[in-house]
């Protein structure tokens, strides 16, 4: 039977691009996909500068730039006091050629990346083949897939679980998942209606100790493109309710004080339910994780999938080393070093950080808040120092740190 060098399981913007990159340096790879196409995906959509930088060099960037949105000033908001904080990110020029967010819908990311996999001869994607199963022997991995109701076996060399947090690959390694599920859920709904002429910034994180608010504007299919919020969900509300208009429209009149007959147009609405986790371990021998089977945090930051795709690309060049040139497999156990301890360390912390930030009841904790974002805000020194954590750049040097 034919030894595939990689088996990728998910064809979602990590394993696409784990793949991606593996083809470009020579591995011959095969990427499962559950679904018998990419997926309508309206989570992620905000790039941060170092995963613009990493993806240069595969010509995504480009790509994503002439359908994305430049976002190179967002903004700190309270509910009641209005504008607190302005960050332009043109303080970082001399930090990285991408001094801004770019904002993209996920779904618009992985038709770009399968496109350009699709055209290397080393690469294979199989839509509507589902993992089921995977053994280890020293040598090599067996995956059972199911597809057309036929069950099938495939062998690999290596196989990477890029299969989303519910992991299949993850559970069938047998890797645990620690850490914990938020109790509320957060609700995203898109508009047509236009916030910048409120003094919005294209993206705008507004606390309240009742009901936050994440502002992003969505390039869409062109401008002006479309507003979305993300905002979190009480107990109280079932999926049903919180999926009616009316209550989006409800936020949305609160949020921007406007009376009750004022009507947005919703033009998409979703639910999710938010975790911190991360897997204790990124590698079990021959399999590897990467992006949310690896660690999944709340959306407050964007740093979900920017930091799955730095897993990706950590990861891919690694094991490339390891399949074409013949370096040590302890090569891939630094892969975990690296990319697992900036997750624990940064990834989960800041965004548990700004969701309780966002969320703070105490009014003296609130205005200590707001005074020490005016003040990291007013010193050029500071501001750069803190753009550089809200940015990732300083994640990507931690991780390359570690050795
Ligand atoms: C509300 C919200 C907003 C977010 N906003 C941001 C943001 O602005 N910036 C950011 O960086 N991140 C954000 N994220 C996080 C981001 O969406 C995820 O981190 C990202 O989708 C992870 O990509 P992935 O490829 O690892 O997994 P997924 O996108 O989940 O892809 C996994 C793929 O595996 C496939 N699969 C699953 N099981 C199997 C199987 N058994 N066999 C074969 N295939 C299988 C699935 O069908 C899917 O295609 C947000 C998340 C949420 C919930």
Redesign the pocket.
């Known amino acids: 039977m034919n030894i595939h060098q990689v088996i990728v399981?998910?064809?979602?913007?990590?394993?696409?691009?784990c793949a991606l990159d593996l083809a470009r340096q020579g591995v011959q790879v095969c990427v499962?996909?559950?679904?018998h196409s990419?997926?309508l995906?309206?989570?992620?959509?905000?790039?941060?500068p170092p995963?613009l930088e990493m993806l240069a060099p595969l010509g995504v960037t480009d790509a994503m730039m002439q359908i994305g949105l430049k976002v190179p000033v967002w903004q700190s908001r309270d509910l009641q006091e209005g504008l607190i904080a302005e960050w332009d990110m043109s303080i970082l020029q001399d930090d990285t050629p991408y001094p801004f967010r770019l904002h993209l819908e996920?779904h618009r990311l992985t038709p770009i990346l399968l496109e350009k996999l699709t055209a290397y001869s080393n690469a294979q994607v199989l839509f509507s083949?589902?993992?089921?199963g995977l053994t280890q022997s020293p040598e090599h991995v067996s995956v059972r897939?199911k597809h057309q109701e036929q069950e099938v076996e495939l062998l690999a060399q290596w196989v990477i679980g890029?299969?989303?947090?519910?992991?299949?690959?993850r559970k069938s390694a047998g890797i645990e998942f620690d850490g914990y599920t938020w109790p509320e859920r957060?609700s995203?709904v898109s508009t047509t209606h236009d916030f910048s002429h409120l003094g919005y910034a294209d993206n705008a994180y507004v606390s309240d100790p009742e009901q936050w608010v994440a502002f992003?504007r969505m390039p869409d299919l062109g401008p002006p493109g479309l507003w979305r919020m993300?905002i979190p969900v009480g107990q109280a509300h079932t999926d049903e309710e919180v999926l009616d208009p009316q209550y989006a429209n409800s936020v949305f009149q609160r949020v921007l004080q406007t009376p009750a007959d004022v009507v947005y147009p919703i033009v998409h609405q979703?639910v999710?339910r938010?975790h911190q986790r991360v897997a204790n371990r990124f590698r079990s021998e021959r399999v590897l994780l990467?992006?949310?089977?690896?660690h999944?945090?709340?959306?407050l930051?964007?740093?979900?999938?920017?930091?799955?795709?730095h897993d990706a690309m950590n990861l891919s060049d690694k094991l490339a080393r390891v399949i074409v040139q013949g370096e040590s497999c302890e090569l891939l156990n630094l892969y975990e070093r690296q990319r697992k301890s900036v997750n624990m360390e940064y990834v989960q912390e800041i965004s548990i950080k700004n969701k309780h930030n966002l969320e703070e009841a105490d009014p003296k904790i609130r205005q200590e808040r707001f005074a020490q974002l005016r003040k990291i805000n007013a010193s050029e020194t500071s501001r750069r120092e803190y753009l550089l954590v809200s940015s990732m750049i300083n994640s990507i040097k931690k991780a390359n740190s570690i050795c």
């Open positions: 399981v998910g064809a979602g913007p990590v394993g696409l691009l499962l996909e559950l679904e990419t997926t995906d309206l989570r992620a959509g905000t790039f941060h995963t996920q083949h589902e993992f089921i897939v890029a299969d989303g947090g519910k992991s299949p690959v957060y995203v992003f993300t979703s999710y938010v990467a992006g949310d089977s690896a999944v945090n709340n959306p930051g964007g740093f979900g999938l920017n930091s799955g795709i």
